[in-house]
């Protein structure tokens, strides 16, 4: 549930031992339009402060293994989130969000079979319950599993995936749970080196104890050139 791309952040990849990559990760935030502090040398107000309590700071750890057919990885992230309002310099104490995903991959020759899970703790939206109005919490707690495959076909390529959710807000006071499920399938199919036609249909199913639901069927068709 974390971000997958983040701002004004540093960085380190380690060198690949034994099949072992480490990665790390921190944040300083996007920067805070702060009219409360001033720039001390410029007595500018409308600059904007990085590395603060009004920003969030998310950061992460992940770990990535690699063998001949054989793939997994581990990815653990902390959002350290903004505990003081930037516009009335109000305080408060949210809960930091802690996601935990792991993955792992086989190459069997005949199909790549893909298997995944996350665990996340004080979140504050999760996926598709923004579909249904149900945002801006803050202890969202659950998991999902995803299983998936590419398989090599009639000169293309199918990529076929199943993925199930569950989880509850944890607040004081609060009843709500809710759970979800996807299926999808895409087909590829190589024109050249750098041409490609695609096709693919998707059904996605949400549903909430506040009796809030989203369902959808999707279906995509196209061609991609690569340059």
Do not use: C
């Not at 036609?197 to 506040?210: D, F, L, N, Q």
Request: net charge negative.
């Amino acid at each position: 549930q974390s971000q997958a791309r983040v701002a004004n952040r540093v960085a380190y990849k380690s060198p690949t031992i034994a099949g072992f990559t480490a990665y790390a990760e921190y944040s300083f935030g996007t920067g805070i339009k702060d009219d409360h502090d001033k720039d001390a040398t410029t007595d500018d107000t409308t600059k904007y402060f990085d590395n603060q309590s009004k920003d969030n700071r998310p950061a992460a750890l992940g770990l990535n293994y690699a063998n001949g057919a054989f793939g997994a990885g581990m990815v653990v992230s902390y959002k350290n989130e903004a505990s003081v309002d930037a516009v009335t310099g109000e305080v408060s104490e949210p809960e930091d969000e802690v996601t935990v995903s792991v993955g792992t991959n086989y190459d069997f020759g005949v199909a790549n079979v893909k298997l995944a899970a996350q665990y996340y703790k004080d979140a504050n939206t999760v996926g598709l319950l923004k579909e249904v109005g149900v945002d801006g919490r803050d202890e969202f707690e659950g998991y999902s599993v995803t299983f998936g495959a590419d398989i090599p076909a009639w000169g293309g390529n199918w990529t076929v995936g199943l993925a199930y959710g569950d989880g509850e807000d944890k607040a004081e006071g609060v009843n709500f749970e809710y759970e979800g499920y996807n299926a999808a399938a895409m087909y590829y199919y190589p024109l050249s080196k750098q041409t490609r036609v695609y096709a693919g249909a998707g059904y996605t199913k949400m549903e909430s104890g506040e009796k809030a639901e989203y369902e959808s069927i999707k279906a995509v068709m196209g061609m991609a050139h690569f340059f």
